[in-house]
T-cell receptor
Framework: QKEVEQNSGPLSVPEGAIASLNCTYS??????FFWYRQYSGKSPELIMS????GDKEDGRFTAQLNKASQYVSLLIRDSQPSDSATYLC??????????FGTGTRLKVLA | KAGVTQTPRYLIKTRGQQVTLSCSPI?????VSWYQQTPGQGLQFLFE???????NKGNFPGRFSGRQFSNSRSEMNVSTLELGDSALYLC?????????????FGPGTRLLVL
């Protein structure tokens, strides 16, 4: 059974701090990785995708991938109260299927 | 481009009834996936359709079924509803469903089974 694991949180950080969200996956053959943000009562929206080892930056967001350790993370710099949401890690499982973690709830305290 | 649309947005049903949910993908997207989201289980994959064919299916009972039409619109059906089927049902579309493509989610249908 392929799995994606995330700490459910809540992860609380003060405004302006760096929030670090982590995700591990079980399928060593996975090639595509995604971070989605989901506000309460809303549907997930894509923040970033990453396919190669290393860092990928987009504005205040940085995704980090380490395939050897089967680990993907999302850093949010200068966290804002509007970043408070649940962050979902998704892994491409091949055969037209994606596996999602249960999400980490982030609270940014003003 | 218009986003993924789902109808209806909210549904209340009673146990034993059946329900049909609809999803219209982004124009040009031919892959539609369905997910069930519950507080305890997170987002769980139901099935994926492409060109009117189901290409993959998650671990759900046969009461959950779906189909896709020639215009890529998709429907899912749940028969003999159970209390545990109460959830947010999300559909997501992508151009071809190949590994690595971003999936774009619709707003979801919130189903409450009483």
């Amino acid at each position: 059974q392929k799995e994606v694991e995330q700490n459910s949180g809540p992860l609380s950080v003060p405004e302006g701090a760096i929030a670090s969200l982590n995700c591990t996956y079980s399928d060593r053959g996975s090639q595509s990785f995604f971070w989605y943000r989901q506000y309460s009562g809303k549907s997930p929206e894509l923040i970033m995708s990453i396919y190669s080892n290393g860092d990928k930056e987009d504005g205040r967001f940085t995704a980090q991938l380490n395939k050897a350790s089967q680990y993907v993370s999302l850093l949010i710099r200068d966290s804002q109260p509007s970043d408070s949401a649940t962050y979902l890690c998704a892994v491409g499982a091949g055969t037209y299927k994606y596996i999602f973690g249960t999400g980490t709830r982030l609270k940014v305290l003003a | 481009k218009a986003g993924v649309t789902q109808t209806p947005r909210y549904l209340i049903k009673t146990r034993g009834q059946q329900v049909t949910l609809s999803c219209s993908p982004i124009s040009g997207h031919r892959s539609v996936s369905w997910y069930q989201q519950t507080p305890g289980q997170g987002l769980q994959f139901l099935f994926e359709y492409f060109s009117e064919t189901q290409r993959n299916k998650g671990n759900f009972p046969g009461r959950f079924s779906g189909r896709q039409f020639s215009n890529s619109r998709s429907e899912m059906n749940v028969s003999t509803l159970e209390l545990g089927d109460s959830a947010l049902y999300l559909c997501a579309s992508s151009p071809t469903g190949q590994d690595g493509e971003t999936q774009y989610f619709g707003p979801g249908t919130r189903l409450l089974v009483l």
